[in-house]
């Protein structure tokens, strides 16, 4: 792997999203200079729906800026709109990808500290963004899903900042292969007990692999 650096920052507010106007914070711009990283996400990003976005498990959403180059191959229509940014992402990076990621690994960007904790699943917003149904269903089997971060310590981060990989502390579970499991629930049952003793994985995920061990096979 490259040494892999914060290509861009994106925040997004709540705003009318699609034809019929859903509340949402899908649509990011970028931003320079430092930004503020609490517990909770980067300063002045919004999430309309906290049901399902936002939280400490979702507090910032990083995504490899090589994925877009796939995007434009595959959706060549939507071309203008896949650039960073795109997939409603705060941190697009740059030399880091799904596949150099295990569960758990903690990063120091900049002066905050943040653990890849969970992959992301598409929702009907990035189909809206687009005005296109086939994307989330293309995320989902094409596995660019990106990753969120769970804030370890507070701090800023701006571009161009170095994604220092500092410990990683669950090198048996590939990042890759959660988000297998987290499209597709085939995980087998010596993954559902390293899941469910992870704590570097997101608690929801944790929660379904305890109950998932308790279902009868």
Known sequence: MTAASVHSIQIGRIAPLG???VPSGFVKKTVDGPVEVTALGLAGDEQADLAVH???DMAVYGYAAAHYDAWRDDFPEHRDRFVAGGVGENLTIAGMS???LCVGDVHRIGSATLQVCQPRQPCSKFALRFNDNRL???M???GRAGWYYRVIEPGTIAAGDRVEAIERPHPTLRFERLVEIVNFRNPSRDELKEMAAMEGLAERLRAGARQALLAPR
Request: no cysteine; glycine share 26%; aromatic share 0%.
């Open 54 to 56: 936002g939280g400490r």
């Open 140 to 142: 989902v089997r094409n």
């Open 19 to 21: 034809p019929g106007g």
């Open 98 to 100: 799904e596949a150099d």
């Open 136 to 138: 989330p269903k293309a």
